[in-house]
Each structure stands twice: as C-alpha cells, then as structure tokens.
C-alpha cells in the first residue's frame, strides 16, 4: 500500500528564517511520482513539484528546493528567507505510474506560519 | 474555462437529504479525480476517472456516495441521504496524460463545501 507521512503538523517561523517541511513515504513500486502542493488560506491547491523516481538530483526553484532521498524514502522541501507569503498548508503526494488506477495518495499536511 | 470550475460553490442541507456536485474540468483532461478534505484535515482520495477506463472507486467511503462522468467532460459526485459526517470541502482536479502511464500534474478547483446540518 502507498501512504505518505507529513510528521510536522505545523510549523511556526519569523520571516527569513529557512524552514524544512518532512515527507516520508512508503511504496512497492519501483517507478512512482512525487509531488509537493501547496493551499494556501484561499483554498486552492496549487502545484510546486512533480519527481520521478529515478530521478534524485535534487531542485532549487528560486527560495524552494527539494531534497529527494530514496535511500530514507524521503521527499523534503526547503523554503529558504521565508515570507509571511509562504504561509500556507503543503502537502506532500506520491502516484504510481505503473499500470491501473493513478491516484495521488497524500499526506495529512503541514501548515506553516511565517511571522512577520 | 481555464481552468477546473466546480459548483456550487458552497451548499448547506439538511441531513438525510440527496446533494450534487458538479466538476467541470480542464478541457482536453483525460483524467479526474474527486478528492474530501474534512476541516483542517488531508486530502481524502475518493475515485478517478481516466478516459473510458473503469473508475477506481477504491475511496468511496459508504454506497451512499456516486460520482459519474460522461466521456472526458463533466462530472457529477452524488451523495446521498447526507449525514453530519460529510461535512468537508470536496475537491475536483484534472489532468492531461501525455504519455501512457506518466502521472501528470493535478489542476484543483477551488472545491465545494458542503455543510450538513
């Protein structure tokens, strides 16, 4: 079975400090996606990230990089000098690319506050 | 439209009655999904078309829940004889498979939220 763990609940930070939300993730698949979203207090989920399993080298996008481990199964994302904007909820999911149902198992979340 | 658009956007009814929710998705978006998102909780998965596969319904919580699509358009999640217990935000995402077998990326709605009281 597919199941990701987000064992922050919520995160509290002061504007640019660096923050580093955890995802850990279980899966038999050998090719799988992972994914990162975020939703901020409006609501909509919106897209950061999509890796591929065999892919590992890690990504910098501007203040947000990914740190893909398949060694610890482990996805983590870095907001680097964050912003009162990145307040938001992030969750981290993972999909199977094999064949059948694609669905994006999710994490239940970690909700970061950035104080100004 | 641009993008996914899901109706209404908020509905309040009264337990034990039928609710509709409707998913326009991204035109040209093979697959949709309709995921629950209880208040301050995850994201709950609760079916997926693809094309003219057979929808995975893995996530339907009890038989009271239905959701069907016609061809790669709209899609209707029905719930019926509602309790307290649906409360939630239900979302909508949509996405385009380029290749067989590639997970594209989600385009969310901005969801309905359902109140039953």
């Known amino acids: 079975a597919q199941k990701v763990t987000q064992a922050q609940t919520e995160i509290s930070v002061v504007e640019k400090e660096d923050v580093t939300l955890d995802c850990v993730y279980e899966?038999?698949?050998?090719?799988?996606?992972l994914f990162w979203y975020k939703q901020p207090p409006s609501g909509e989920l919106v897209f950061l990230i999509r890796?591929?399993?065999?892919?590992?080298q890690n990504e910098i996008s501007g203040r947000y990089s990914w740190n893909f481990q398949k060694s610890t199964s482990s996805f983590n994302f870095t907001i680097t000098a964050s912003q009162v904007v990145d307040s938001a909820v992030y969750f981290c999911?993972?999909?199977?690319?094999?064949?059948?149902?694609?669905?994006?198992?999710f994490g239940k979340g970690t909700k970061l506050t950035v104080n100004p | 439209g641009a993008g996914v658009s899901q109706s209404p956007s908020n509905k309040v009814t009264e337990k034990g009655k039928d609710v509709e929710l409707r998913c326009d998705p991204i035109?040209?978006?093979?697959?949709l999904y309709w995921y629950r998102q209880r208040l301050g909780q995850g994201l709950e998965f609760l079916i997926y078309?693809?094309?003219?596969?057979?929808?995975?319904k893995s996530g339907l919580p009890s038989d009271r829940f239905s959701a069907e699509r016609t061809g790669e358009s709209v899609s209707t999640l029905t719930i019926q004889r509602t309790q307290q217990e649906d409360s939630a935000v239900y979302l909508c995402?949509?996405?385009?498979?380029?290749?067989?077998?590639?997970?594209?990326?989600?385009?969310f709605g901005e969801g309905s939220r359902l109140t039953v009281l």
């Open positions: 995402a949509s996405s385009s498979r380029a290749v067989a077998g590639v997970s594209g990326e989600l385009f």
């Open positions: 899966t038999r698949d050998t090719t799988y996606y």
């Open positions: 890796r591929n399993s065999f892919d590992e």
């Open positions: 999911a993972l999909s199977r690319t094999q064949g059948g149902s694609e669905k994006l198992v």
């Open positions: 035109s040209g978006h093979t697959a």
């Open positions: 078309f693809q094309g003219n596969s057979a929808p995975d």
